[in-house]
């Protein structure tokens, strides 16, 4: 297995009537959190309406969270594009590339939340076509084209960028999928990446991985363009505690606004989970292999099943979702970072061996310990002579 990466895929989630500026600074601190135990990337959504995820320009919540890390990358994850003049995107996408030396990737999608695009008179067949037109635009400007066009929403003359990105080789994209092949097409006919979101939530979407990843190939093949699983990315959702009844006492904190939000208030069925009872609600994203809750081998489990059944991927997204308190969600972190990352980066095995080799000799060294001292002990007699 290549070395994985791994993240968050941060919308946010939080329940409605709680203080927003809590939540924010929060999330800022967990982004703080997960920069220091390792993690590779955390994404950060847009939306406008419905009341719980709250962030609305995920590029200024990068810029908040640039100041407050070190090294890990940050992701768009996604900016609406349907909603957006593509020029001052790739323009914010440029200046953010340098305010963060290079950390910044760019997510785009066509808009999760009909209630959002409703305000501004386009439905979501509108978006789906506008994210066509303008990740093509996105894309030229990127590489430096001068472009002039016009599409339903914008029209741009002689429109280019005053910048060049920071990074060598330009800003990495990556464009969004739940359940339609969209997303899957755009990434391939523009040799971008993939960010599967929810990719195990929908009923056919675990099933569903290899065939997603086949539109992306053939796509690219039909447009000649190249594409890489090394930026592929998965989104689900863990859980992690010690022990299944304390991963399961933690979620009983926020699992039922989160269910009752994809069922009773998104208007995002492709999201939307069965499950009335508590209990319920824990055994269907275990038993239906939609995430975990439960300790760090059921996580390992889950990554290890991801990657057979998609046929290889580059990086593993948490969803966040606030099922568990601060305190536990944290400590979820932390617990993934050391007891789930290493076996897929190539860390765990090297430990293990070598742990291995020393207690196959265990016995034989430390009988030459004990002779070292007998040795050690009847030296210095012999020279402080007898008494």
């Known amino acids: 297995m290549a070395k994985l990466r791994f993240g968050y895929f941060m919308a946010p989630f939080h329940r409605a009537g709680t203080n927003p500026t809590l939540a924010l600074q929060r999330d800022l601190d967990f982004v703080e959190h997960i920069d220091a135990l390792g993690f590779d990337e955390v994404w950060f959504g847009e939306h406008h309406s419905a009341g719980s995820e709250i962030i609305s320009s995920p590029e200024i919540f990068i810029a908040a969270a640039a100041q407050r890390t070190k090294r890990i990358r940050l992701g768009t994850g996604v900016i609406s594009l349907a909603y957006h003049n593509p020029l001052w995107v790739a323009d914010r996408l440029v200046l953010l590339d340098h305010l963060t030396y290079g950390r910044v990737l760019g997510g785009v999608g066509p808009g999760s939340l009909p209630t959002d695009s409703a305000m501004i008179g386009l439905n979501p067949t509108d978006t789906r076509e506008l994210l066509e037109t303008n990740l093509d635009i996105l894309v030229r400007l990127l590489d430096g084209e001068t472009v002039t066009a016009k599409t339903a ?41 993939l960010l599967s979101i929810g990719a195990t939530l929908t009923t056919e979407g675990f099933d569903a991985l290899a065939y997603h990843w086949g539109i992306v190939e053939e796509r690219a093949a039909a447009f000649g363009k190249r594409v890489d699983r090394n930026d592929w990315r998965l989104v689900g959702p863990f859980h992690v505690a010690e022990t299944d009844e304390q991963a399961r006492a933690d979620v009983k904190f926020g699992i039922e606004p989160w269910f009752h939000y994809f069922q009773k208030v998104a208007a995002f069925p492709q999201m939307t989970m069965p499950g009335d009872r508590l209990d319920e609600m824990i055994d269907i994203i ?12 059921r996580a390992r489990a889950q990554v290890q099943r991801l990657w057979e059944q998609s046929g290889g991927f580059g990086c593993m997204l948490q969803m966040a979702h606030e099922w568990a308190n601060p305190a536990a969600t944290k400590r979820s972190a932390e617990l993934f970072a050391a007891e789930v990352m290493p076996y897929f980066q190539g860390q765990a095995q090297p430990t293990l061996d070598a742990a291995a080799r020393a207690s196959a000799v265990r016995e034989d060294l430390a009988q030459t310990q004990l002779q070292a001292i007998d040795y050690m002990a ?7 002579g007898p008494r």
Do not use: C, W
């Open 153 to 193: 929403t914008h029209e741009l003359f002689d429109a280019r960028l005053q910048l060049a990105p920071y990074s060598e080789g330009g800003i990495p994209l990556a464009v969004a999928a739940v359940a339609s092949p969209t997303g899957a097409r755009l990434a391939g006919k523009h040799g971008i990446g």
């Open 286 to 297: 275990n038993n239906a292999g939609a995430g975990v809750i439960g300790t760090p081998e």
């Open 378 to 384: 009847k030296k210095y007699q012999d020279e402080v």
